[in-house]
Nanobody, 124 residues
């Protein structure tokens, strides 16, 4: 059974940092693409960053480029999202997700399996 569990969210001041973790079970992260998504109140869920399984290709939405870094530890079956220089507009529930497929995509509709989400609030 595929399961994804996020952790690491919380309240942080603007300019601060957080590292989100996504622990996977029921499958091996080394064989699937995995992504981080977020949803703010009243807004649609959007892709934040994804990493492929094959060659490590990554995608970042423009608003987080240079501030966020996605990484994976296949031995721990865990993917991380390091978030630096956080802004109030980064406030959202953050989800990790994966899908069954051999192509790389960061489109929300591609992803089949989702975690429960972790709240990130950036506020002074």
């Amino acid at each position: 059974q595929v399961q994804l569990v996020e952790s690491g969210g919380g309240l942080v001041q603007p300019g601060g940092s957080l590292r989100l973790s996504c622990a996977a079970s029921g499958f091996s992260l080394g064989y699937t693409a995995i992504g981080w998504f977020r949803q703010a109140p009243g807004k649609e869920r959007e892709a934040v960053s994804c990493v492929s399984s094959s060659d490590g290709s990554t995608y970042y939405v423009d608003s987080v480029k240079g501030r966020f870094t996605i990484s994976r530890d296949n031995a721990k079956n865990t993917v991380y999202l390091q978030m630096n220089s956080l802004k109030p507009e980064d406030t959202a529930v953050y989800y990790c997700a994966t899908y069954q497929g051999y192509y790389f995509s960061c489109a929300v509709q591609t992803y089949d399996y989702w975690g429960q989400g972790t709240q990130v609030t950036v506020s002074s």
